[in-house]
C-alpha cells in the first residue's frame, strides 16, 4: 500500500473498512547436522538405541532447541560404533 498526500503535504489517512495484510517469512531446512567440538561428545550420555545405519545397539545423546520456542526440541544421537548421527523430531 503506498503512501498519499494531500496538497498541503500532509498525509492521507486511509478509509476506513477492512483491510487485508498477507506476511509470509522464508524458512531455510538444512539437512545436514553440525558437529561443533568433537570432544564435546565425551561428557554425553549413553543411550539405548538402535543406529539407523549399522544397528549398533548404543549412542551417545543431546537435545537442542532448533525450531520455534513452543515447539519441542531435536533430539540428536551419535552411534559410539560407526559415528552416524541422526536427529528425531518430536
Partial sequence: MALEFNRDGSIKL????????????KIKRHDAVAVINEKAQ????IVEIKCTK??????????KQTRAADESETK???????????RVYR
Fill in 42 to 45: 565425551e561428557t554425553h550420555p
Fill in 76 to 86: 540428536f544421537y551419535k552411534c559410539t560404533k560407526c559415528n552416524h548421527t541422526w
Fill in 14 to 25: 486511509p478509509k476506513p473498512g477492512k483491510k487485508k495484510v498477507i506476511v509470509s517469512e
Fill in 54 to 63: 549399522c544397528k549398533n545397539k548404543k549412542a551417545y545423546f543431546w537435545t
